[in-house]
């Protein structure tokens, strides 16, 4: 008896990249700002933002690690990379426009 193979079965490893922790990091700002976490959460939040920050810049390429043409390796996020928080973000939301 041959094993069937389900292609839809079949997934794929998450991926997380320091890009990612910086948008994480760049979120929470946006949200901090436009006052979406009460003020006895903002301890806990500040502290969870402040742990991935220094997690991400101790872990960004150091000026020797980038390549001769400027590139960064692969799961470095480029200047042009990092994510921008639009004025129309809304904290908590599901408008995915």
Same mark, same amino acid.
């Given at each position: 008896?041959?094993?069937?193979?389900?292609? *839809?079965?079949?997934?794929?490893?998450?991926?997380?990249?320091?890009?990612?922790?910086?948008?994480?990091?760049?979120?929470?700002?946006?949200?901090?700002?436009?006052?979406?976490?009460?003020?006895?959460?903002m301890?806990?939040?500040?502290?969870?933002?402040?742990?991935?920050?220094?997690f991400?810049?101790?872990?960004?390429?150091?000026?020797?690690?980038?390549?001769?043409?400027?590139?960064?390796?692969?799961?470095?996020?480029? *200047?042009?990379?990092?994510?921008?928080?639009?004025?129309?973000?809304?904290?908590?939301?599901?408008?995915?426009?």
């Amino acid at each position: 008896m041959a094993e069937e193979t389900n292609p *839809q079965a079949t997934t794929t490893a998450p991926n997380l990249n320091i890009n990612d922790l910086l948008s994480v990091v760049k979120i929470i700002d946006a949200c901090s700002e436009r006052g979406a976490f009460k003020g006895n959460e903002m301890a806990s939040v500040g502290s969870v933002r402040d742990r991935l920050a220094t997690f991400a810049e101790a872990n960004m390429p150091k000026p020797e690690e980038v390549n001769e043409d400027g590139t960064v390796p692969p799961g470095y996020p480029s *200047q042009e990379d990092l994510p921008e928080i639009g004025e129309d973000f809304k904290p908590g939301g599901t408008d995915f426009e």
